[in-house]
């Protein structure tokens, strides 16, 4: 059994920050990426950043220059900053993580508001 638990989510104003934690536990092997996704209400989840066990790191053209992905320092944990927050920022934040044998899981997600 494998859990993710994601925390850091909140109510912020526009050009504001949040980090995001996520923190994977369970039977986990193998040399994992991980990443963060999110969904807006009425739109379909899409990546936001993703970064590899050899920790290189991908972003949607969004956000790119305003959200930094990192590891951190225990196994399986990942953080998302993000800076200079837009109201379109909004939705719930999912951590993913993707096992090098072919099986993803996810958390069940922290909801991110900014508002204008």
């Known amino acids: 059994q494998v859990q993710l638990v994601e925390s850091g989510g909140g109510l912020v104003q526009a050009g504001g920050s949040l980090r995001l934690s996520c923190a994977a536990s369970?039977?986990?092997?193998?040399?994992?990426?991980m990443g963060w996704h999110r969904q807006a209400p009425g739109k379909q989840r899409e990546v936001v950043a993703a970064?590899?066990?050899?920790?290189?790191?991908v972003y949607a053209d969004s956000v790119k220059g305003r959200f930094t992905i990192s590891k951190g320092g225990a196994k399986n944990t990942v953080f998302l900053q993000m800076n200079s927050l837009k109201p379109e920022d909004s939705g719930v934040y999912y951590c993913k993580l993707n096992q090098d044998n072919g099986m993803n899981y996810w958390g069940k997600g922290t909801l991110v508001t900014v508002s204008s």
């Open positions: 369970g039977s986990i092997s193998g040399r994992n990426g």
């Open positions: 970064i590899t066990s050899g920790g290189a790191a």
